[in-house]
């Protein structure tokens, strides 16, 4: 990040003597003589600090700062005038100036003033990458998947994302719901404000009502002081309930009254408390069938199901698993510094005949292991886990025969292919092993 500096005054005398002292500093420095010319300027360079007249022939110097903002803003700007007043100085604050200086007056107070804002301008601009960064990670744009069906889902929730309506995102383990609902945040006009994931299923009640919702001072014991709630955290912008069937009833009746009027009652209050937020659900429930039987409040559930996407599991998008295993193995070869890879085509026919019940973040998984292991440019079928070469599904559970295949298969797998230890697991001997591997075709 160069530290340039960009002088905007239509006294060119007084913009050529400032540009040589501020120059003599070692910074690169740019003159403008009108607002227009230096928009121009700032467009077109990396600009730290812009230090401003406020009496431009075209334009308010402090009207000046928020256009300059839109452009670039981590940019810091310094207005100058000749007859300062108080109004022009708060003015100039609220627009997002970083300082308000008199000229003549305060002529020794430049340099030192300007040292302050260009170490504020290399922070906003961490700030700024960091924010970026985290937009682009968690964007619409990074959901992997080109298919019909992932396209589909993606669309609603663009839809939906620009609303404050109530999400219920539906799917599998491991299908992206929390990335679904980070990319519904970020598209949101909430997207500067917190977003919040909680797993209900990963907390007793009592803990997730606490955490939820906060609680006072004495409320219970080890309760010392206030504590903030997680949705309380999350005000004014989204929280995330995921696994939101396993919450119990309790609970759901006070998640109900958040949805609404936005309110609720922090544990041992007496008083409710105001919240402005947006809820985004995720479950693997049919949560329809849990309200019909009884096991989820059927008022909770319409609530939530204002707008509902299904995100479907990855054997419903077979076009999408070789591409985004191919993603997270440059992923992953970058991050150990290893030379690019190739899927042998045996290789490639496992990925996709895999029942993938772990769904991209079992895939994930598995390339990472890959790219662990590989020791050549080659991704040979032997670098996958035993069960994508001896998969089986139990068509009839009643089989005895075919119990039994599952069963060898899962202890050959435990033990990593150790016939003795898998002989002694089952209980048999090593020649009646052998005998089954070659009767149920597992000898490889």
């Not at 003599?24 to 700032?42: C, D, H, M, P």
């Not at 600090?49 to 000046?64: F, H, R, T, Y």
């Not at 009502?209 to 409320?219: C, Q």
């Not at 970058?334 to 026919?349: G, H, L, Q, R, W």
């Amino acid at each position: 990040m160069a530290n340039s500096v960009l002088i905007i005054d239509d006294e060119k005398k007084i913009c050529s003597l400032l540009a040589r002292i501020i120059g003599l500093e070692g910074f690169t420095v740019f003159q403008a003589n009108t607002g227009k010319e230096g928009l121009k300027i700032l467009k077109a360079e990396d600009i730290q600090v812009v230090l401003s007249d406020v009496k431009l022939p075209d334009i308010n110097g402090v009207e000046l700062v928020k256009e300059i903002k839109k452009i670039r803003s981590y940019t810091e700007v310094i207005n100058l005038t000749a007859f300062g007043t108080i109004a022009d100085g708060v003015m100039a604050m609220r627009n997002g100036a970083f300082d308000y200086i008199t000229k003549g007056d305060d002529n020794d107070k430049i340099i030192p003033l300007l040292y302050k804002a260009m170490d504020k301008a290399r922070l906003n601009y961490r700030v700024y990458q960091l924010e970026s960064k985290i937009s682009r990670k968690y964007s619409f744009e990074s959901i992997l998947g080109k298919s019909r069906a992932i396209t589909d889902s993606i669309n609603l929730a663009r839809k939906v994302a620009v609303t404050d309506t109530t999400v219920l995102l539906l799917g599998e383990t491991g299908t992206g719901k929390e990335v679904f609902a980070q990319a519904i945040h970020q598209t949101s006009p909430r997207s500067s404000k917190p977003f919040v994931a909680v797993n209900c299923s990963g907390f007793n009640p009592e803990l997730l009502e606490s955490e939820l919702f906060g609680y006072l001072a004495g409320a219970f014991t080890g309760a010392v002081k206030d504590k903030k709630g997680l949705i309380e955290e999350a005000d004014e912008g989204t929280i995330f309930l995921d696994e939101i069937g396993e919450m119990n009833m309790d609970l759901q009746a006070k998640l109900l009254r958040i949805l609404e009027n936005q309110t609720y009652i922090k544990v041992g209050a007496t008083q409710t408390s105001k919240v402005n937020v947006r809820i985004i659900a995720a479950t693997n429930r049919d949560l329809k069938k849990e309200a019909e039987k009884g096991n989820f409040r059927l008022d909770l559930y319409y609530r939530l199901s204002i707008f509902t996407i299904e995100l479907p599991p990855l054997t419903h998008r077979k076009e999408d698993i070789l591409p985004i295993a191919q993603h997270y193995l440059q992923e992953f070869t970058a991050k150990v510094n290893k030379p690019e890879f190739t899927m042998e085509k045996e290789f490639s026919k496992l990925l996709l005949n895999h029942n993938w019940k772990g769904n991209i973040r079992e895939l994930k998984n598995v390339m990472e292991r890959v790219v662990i292991l590989a020791e050549d440019s080659q991704l040979g079928a032997h670098l996958l886990p035993y069960e994508f070469h001896h998969e089986s599904t139990i068509d009839d559970p009643f089989n005895m025969q075919a119990v039994e295949k599952q069963h060898i298969v899962k202890v050959l797998h435990y033990t990593h292919g150790n016939k003795t230890e898998t002989a002694r697991l089952l209980g048999i001997g090593l020649t009646t092993l052998y005998r089954k591997l070659e009767e149920y075709q597992l000898e490889k």
